[in-house]
């Protein structure tokens, strides 16, 4: 059984920065089936974005286009974590983040980040 756990959010102001990390526990083929989505306020599960991920292929990376240039998804297999680097944060990335194992079910329980002055 396969559990990913966020961690990593917090309040930052306009312009900073935060790491979040998924940690895997369980068995998966590749870290590179885990996706990073975002909620944002006021929405639904099923209106989750896709922030970061390997898409098409090893090396493939996808990164929303609200996100190019300021956020890099990076993974550590020894530690079998996931990372997601955000710099440069702006006030409507305030959202909570999770971790998706793609082709499966399994979500993490999401951390919540929140920029603001």
């Known amino acids: 059984q396969v559990e990913l756990v966020e961690s990593g959010g917090g309040l930052v102001q306009p312009g900073g920065s935060l790491r979040l990390s998924c940690a895997v526990s369980?068995?998966?083929?590749?870290?590179?089936?885990i996706a990073w989505y975002r909620q944002f306020p006021g929405t639904s599960g099923d209106q989750r974005e896709l922030?970061?991920?390997?898409?098409?292929?090893?090396?493939?990376?996808h990164i929303a286009d609200s996100a190019k240039g300021r956020f890099t998804l990076s993974k550590d297999n020894a530690k079998n974590t996931v990372y997601l680097q955000m710099n440069n944060l702006k006030p409507e990335d305030t959202a909570v983040y999770y971790c998706h194992e793609g082709g499966s079910v399994n979500w993490g329980q999401g951390t919540r980040v929140t920029v603001s002055s």
């Open positions: 369980g068995t998966i083929f590749s870290l590179d089936a």
């Open positions: 922030v970061a991920g390997v898409m098409g292929g090893v090396g493939n990376i």
